[in-house]
């Protein structure tokens, strides 16, 4: 049973009743929308759900049922560059927001604004402007009482983070937990804004019907080395070339850790996974702090390697943009 058929099975609610004697024009009134077609109606007892049935006005006393859509939090801690954010965002409104079986998905937005280029400022209002409050919050970095903006500096040599900026991404991503718990979000999906997502993204992380799941991405983390994934096998960074041959076949696969672009169900979530750092560990990244709590909760992690990202870890992978667009069918922000 995969995880949104799961989610279907527990989440409806009432939207009326209907009596045998009452015409079409009152059961659409009890039902809404339903007459558009816009959402599925069920009739029966809680116990015993069915769908829907031409006889079904000859039911006495019948309450009708209205499936609920999953509800998705889509979230992101950003601070980034005009250029990659406009990517980032531009692929992010592309993505199909539903479930594998064509249901569309309830998704808000969660971004915490820590930029201090404007030009990213305006991108990230203006994209939330145009989905439209509620649906999009923005929460700024600096009142969020993460600590100050330091030791953090993108080159084309790569990442370099201190303690402190890795503490201060820590507490964005539990800020984020926190609002999906108390949203009640059924899944939140927390994704890094230098990621170009493939459109059919979410459906193949739903379709696993796992609760932490990322999607595999491929980065050379140093110039001229070897491309290696977001996930591993064991350890801090542990994995073999067997794990790494199995992670280019398109499928879903059973990881030690994980990152960056993962969907994270709301059990998970009440469970207790965490990304503070655990004091008795020196591991580096709050990811792999997330994933030692994960798995010591009792929960699995697993990638799925169908709809790689394009990382745009250094500026000159902006020059692979245009042509990895085409081939994904990604249009631009604009």
């Given amino acids: 049973m995969t995880w949104d058929h799961r989610f279907r099975m527990m989440r409806w609610e009432c939207v009326g009743k209907v009596r045998h004697h009452g015409p079409q024009t009152q059961l659409a009134q009890a039902c809404g929308d339903w007459w558009q077609g816009r959402d599925r109606y069920y009739i029966g007892d809680w116990r015993e759900l069915r769908p829907r049935q031409s006889s079904f006005m000859t039911v006495p006393n019948t309450r009708v049922l209205r499936e609920a859509r999953m509800r998705l939090l889509v979230a992101s801690p950003i601070h980034q560059q005009p ?46 402007q145009g989905v439209g409050s509620p649906r999009a919050l923005v929460l700024a970095g600096t009142d969020l009482g993460a600590g100050e903006q330091s030791g953090y500096a993108r080159t084309e040599g790569g990442h370099f983070w201190d303690r402190g900026a890795i503490g201060r991404v820590a507490a964005f991503r539990e800020r984020i937990l926190r609002h999906a718990r108390d949203s009640g979000a059924d899944a939140v999906f927390l994704v890094d804004s230098d990621l170009v997502l493939q459109p059919q993204t979410l459906v193949y992380l739903i379709k696993s019907g796992k609760d932490i799941i990322s999607e595999v991405f491929w980065t050379a983390w140093t110039p001229g080395a070897v491309e290696m994934p977001n996930v591993w096998e064991v350890d801090h960074s542990g994995l073999d070339s067997a794990f790494l041959a199995g992670l280019r076949r398109p499928g879903v696969y059973r990881v030690g850790g994980l990152g960056a672009c993962t969907l994270i169900s709301r059990a998970a979530i009440l469970a207790g996974v965490s990304y503070k750092s655990l004091y008795n560990l020196s591991w580096w990244g709050e990811d792999r702090h997330f994933c030692v709590r994960a798995v010591a909760l009792g929960l699995d992690l697993w990638a799925d390697s169908h709809c790689p990202p394009l990382h745009l870890y250094r500026n000159s992978d ?17």
């Fill in 83 to 128: 250029a990659v954010l406009e990517a980032f965002l531009g692929a992010l409104a592309a993505i199909e927001y539903r479930t594998p079986d064509g249901a569309s998905l309830s998704v808000e937005y969660l971004f915490v604004d820590d930029n201090t280029d404007p030009r990213s400022k305006v991108l990230i209002h203006r994209f939330s």
């Fill in 318 to 334: 902006l020059q692979r943009l245009p042509e990895w667009r085409r081939a994904h069918f990604v249009p631009s922000l604009e």
